[in-house]
């Protein structure tokens, strides 16, 4: 039995001698990227939100500083801390070491619950303009989110909206029991406040207008509006009884639609599914099923969603095609699907066959069809030098989100596809620099700001850490719910509670601080093996230098994980290399602990994402 | 030294033994000797190979003298029995507990104060004994705890922190050890635990005697460029004659070495003890001509390491005094008082 005593072995053991060439190079821990990725959470968000930072902020009860520093990286705190696709989540190494990822969502949730007034910490607005004028189409999280970088500026920034308030698909697709409506009018308004030219109940019919009325620049963030629909027999003959579920949605967000009765099928596995599912059995439906064509493990939606969902008692059935809609003099009877089983593919894949089952007929009243959304800008012109793809998205430079004609920039769900309100942050971001380069008549890619990193020791004593270094070893603490009895029968009853203080701080005791890195000075090392022998993960080594797939062998615990870099060191006194599997690492700091010559050091890596406002820093 | 414990977290690939246990289960409480310090290599050294070994922490008597080293059976195999006892005293009881108990692995872990000087006398007799144990000395060649005088193990001309300079010769135990006639001896560095661990695992399963004497460099007060045992010199003038893997009788030998350099001594359990000879005239079952190898290294400021002299037949103190088979706790009322009639034999015999 091998025992990870292998750290140490001479040269003269190891097969590799020789192999010179094919040695690991000392990692460079100046790349911004190199101790970012180490930071799971922010590196899988794709607004890069400090996440261990603001958690810490929560520890000491500094919920306002948290939430800025959410705002900065993500503009929506509030309404992600409850929507949020949670991106992070899987990512969290809790995932690795233990079980259950650090609930970062519920936090940043806390954050902006318990928050006071932000008035003093938000950017000043320059009363005089800068001469250039921005238009943004559509005033989903994507376009609010570029206004909020441009206005500092002093761009003179127009919004235009074919509803009569901003906020987009979160406005008109969240349902309330997720998302209350007053979390996300302060949210919209902050930025609106900021002194956005507003043009709500304005459609625009045509970009070409738009473009004579001679803008510096235009930001496309129309999101993805159009729900697809399902072409099966029967399907024009029950149109009255068919809604396609993100219009359905918008219908009852804004009060068009109260109510619904008799028995309801959804079809979808996605989140617009479990919305749309959850808001039927609101508004007063018999019975509500959702019916997936593929496995419940596949399903698009949030594992989080599924659960809330199936926790209101709605049946989720997997694997059933629909084959067609059955009618009888005009009404909707039912629907027939397939039964099929999935089936693990060579490459990986699910492929579906017929499991053999006879057809199954499932009785409904009305189905919400919510099978995905997609791209539709009927209302761009195709000969005004902005070209789209064979899927009718834009083309466009994925570093500058610019599209064929130079003015005209695409972010959100409109750029690449449905994705999520994170994405639309993060892509905000990146156009908020390009059309400011534009406008400046600079480079778009020459002159963007660069990533940087800052690593700060956290040392503050002899074994004194300016962060909790301490492993906690809890499990994920559960968020109440709202009574059941009460939320079903209420629409605008928020399901999710949220974490109070007191659970938050709990929650919070679970993060392992990824941000605060090991950081190791060769020079300054002994070889003593403090640091081996007290790490409670196995993640240090120390071993000659061969190529990375046997020292990923060789080390004290083989590192099996190859999404998970090797820190490894220059050449030590005997000749051999420190080597660190950053996957398993807790962070807590009884390398440096042990060190006797500070040869580690627990360093704080605060890594610099760019935004228009690094301009400014 | 540090407050904080170390974590219960471990890595998730971590491995079972054949106890179920993980090696995780063999440590002890958090060390609170200085950070760097060998002997918590040392610790760690001793932690892999009882956890290698499958042995059941709690059939182990840990015992010690005073001193640094002393502390240490502390911070491992916290689940077993242990005792802390007086200065230079550790092999007096180890001596009871072994009499006491012959199926508790018996560990001494002391010093080279505390065996080179106030308990030379005790040592030199526990070799003579041959008690059944595995007598680890933690050698710093510094007396750490009383902030760094020079130790009996000190060389001569090694300097202290401040640069003063050690007048007398050392006291070398592995030398002493080899003369006195213990079955088992063996010198390693805390610093390769390669080479320790399966010594420490040979060690722990010889019967009789075994003595493995460890450099172990102390951070706060002998590792500075005058120190003849620091990490630094330790490691450019050791001289290894040989590395050697130990395997249980069931278990698989993996290690596969160029023939000619190697040799398997069979242990009387069928564990085998295999040794890879780096130097290759060397004989590890001739304690003459070890003791002479040794002491010419020694006077050319070598230090010779790895496994230096082994018997692997030797007895042990019980075979010595055909002792009785079962630990004393053991025995009932019918095994110590046999009744009036063996007394009369007894009595017969005398008249």
Known sequence: MEFFVRGGEFLADSPAVGRVAARMKPTNILDPNYFHKVVDCQWACPAHTPVPEYIRLISQERYTEAYMLNWDSNVFPGILGRTCDRPCEPACRRVRTEEKPVAICRLKRVAADNKGDIGAYLPRVPEKKNGKRVALLGAGPASLAVARDLLPFGYEVHLFEKESAGGGFMRSQIPAFRLPVEVLDEEVEIILNMGVECHFDHEVASMKAMLDEGFDAYFIGTGAPRGRDLELPGRQEVDQHISIGIDWLSSVAFGHTTEITGKVIVMGGGNTAMDCCRTAQRLGAESVSVVVRSAFEVMKASEWEKEDAMGEGIPIINNRPPKEFVHENGRLKGIVFECVKPVQGSDGRLRYEPSGEPDVFMECDHVLMAIGQENHCPWIERDIGIEFDKWDCPVLDEQTLQSSNPKVFFGGDSAFGPENIIWASAHAHKAAISIHLLCQGKDLRKDRPPEGVNLISQKMGMHEWSYDSEHDPSKRYLVPHADKKLSLSNIKMEVELGFDRELGAQEAQRCLNCDVQTVFTDRLCIECDACVDICPMDCISFTENVDETELRQRLMAPASNLEQDLYVSDELGTGRVMVKDEDVCVHCGLCAERCPTNAWDMQKSVVHIPQLGSYAE | ?351
């Open chain 2, 1 to 351: 030294m540090t407050y904080v414990a170390k974590p219960k977290v471990h890595h998730p690939l971590l491995p079972l033994n054949d106890l179920g246990l993980t090696r995780r289960d063999y440590e002890g409480s958090v060390s609170t000797l200085c950070a760097g310090c060998g002997h918590d290599s040392v610790s760690a050294a001793i932690v892999a190979a009882c956890a290698e070994l499958s042995l059941p922490p709690h059939r182990f008597a840990k015992v010690s003298g005073i001193g640094c080293s002393s502390k240490t059976p502390s911070y491992f195999l916290n689940r077993s029995h242990g005792f802390n006892s007086v200065h230079g005293r550790m092999p007096s009881v180890a001596t009871g507990a072994n009499l006491a108990n012959r199926e508790l692995y018996c560990i001494g872990i002391s010093g080279d104060g505390d065996t080179a000087s106030i308990g030379l006398g005790q040592f030199a007799h526990i070799v003579r004994r041959r008690i059944n144990m595995l007598y680890v000395v933690d050698n710093n060649g510094t007396y750490g705890l009383t902030k760094g005088q020079f130790s009996a193990t000190n060389d001569k001309g090694s300097t202290s922190k401040k640069g003063a300079p050690n007048l007398y010769s050392p006291i070398d135990l592995v030398s002493m050890a080899l003369q006195i006639g213990a079955s088992f001896v063996a010198r390693s560095f805390s610093g390769d635990k390669r080479q320790l661990v399966p010594l420490i695992k040979a060690g722990l399963m010889h019967r009789g005697f075994a003595f493995i004497d460890v450099i172990s460099p102390c951070v706060a007060f002998n590792n500075h460029t005058g120190s003849t045992k620091s990490y630094e010199h330790v490691r450019a003038h050791s001289e290894s004659v040989m590395m050697a893997d130990y395997f249980l009788p069931q278990q698989e030998i993996t290690a596969d070495y160029a023939p000619g350099t190697m040799e398997d001594v069979r242990m009387p359990d069928g564990s085998v003890l295999r040794l890879r000879k780096i130097d290759g005239a060397y004989d590890p079952h001739d304690p003459v001509a070890a003791l002479a190898h040794v002491q010419e290294h020694q006077a050319a400021g070598e230090v010779v390491t790895g496994l230096l002299y082994v018997d692997p037949d030797a007895s042990d103190c019980h075979e010595v005094l055909d002792s009785v088979n079962r630990p004393l706790n053991s025995l009932d009322e019918a095994d110590l008082c046999p009744g009036n009639e063996a007394l009369a034999q007894i009595n017969a015999a005398w008249r």
